[in-house]
């Protein structure tokens, strides 16, 4: 079973057909990318994915659940999350309060452990902890935040600063570990 699986979707915004029939799957454990021109419709497929915006037809599994009719809110507490493309963050609030947001569906008492957790992956944002985000000329990717979940990654850069490939397969690889070993404790 895909973890997420998306067949023949559609969507309109009024009477323009945006997206016609995109179907793929994603496996567990799997990084998968939308590329194409601006327009093509990589964040129109990704904020229908993510229940931001719905379908006129075609469906979306996570998980074996069909996610269609199921609010935002709700599919990030089932462990979806979409990291929005350009610097969407929170532009008043610290690098610190930007985190804690994106732990909102957590339990407070988890939010610090995966706070450090960020902050040892990605020293120069804990430099930065009590910086406006809104004065960093980069954003942050959330996702590490919230254990367990699948990040839309298709068109979103993953930190703060420019990495190298041998860093970002290395955060690729750390990424695809904990989310091995935490379904692994999920199943026993």
Aim: hydrophobic share 40%; charged share 25%.
């Amino acid at each position: 079973m895909s973890m997420l699986k998306v067949e023949d979707l559609h969507v309109y915004y009024g009477s323009i057909h945006a997206i016609k029939g995109i179907s793929f799957e994603v496996e567990e454990g799997e990084i998968v990318t939308l590329i194409g021109a601006n327009g093509a419709g990589k964040s129109t497929t990704l904020n229908t994915v993510s229940g931001l915006l719905k379908p006129r037809s075609g469906s979306i599994e996570f998980e074996g659940k069909n996610i269609v009719n199921v609010p935002a809110h709700k599919i990030v507490s089932h462990g979806m999350a979409l990291c929005p493309e350009g610097r969407r963050v929170f532009l008043q609030m610290t690098v610190q309060e930007n985190l804690e947001m994106g732990g909102y569906t957590r339990n407070q008492s988890e939010i610090a452990g995966s706070i450090d957790d960020v902050y040892q992956r990605f020293p120069r944002l804990k430099e930065r902890y009590k910086q406006t985000a809104g004065t960093l000329k980069a954003f942050f990717y959330i996702e590490s935040i919230i254990p367990g979940t699948i990040g839309l990654l298709a068109i979103i850069p993953l930190v703060i600063y420019p990495l190298t490939k041998k860093e970002y397969a290395r955060i690729t690889e750390e990424l695809k570990k904990r989310r091995a070993e935490k379904s692994a404790s999920v199943a026993q």
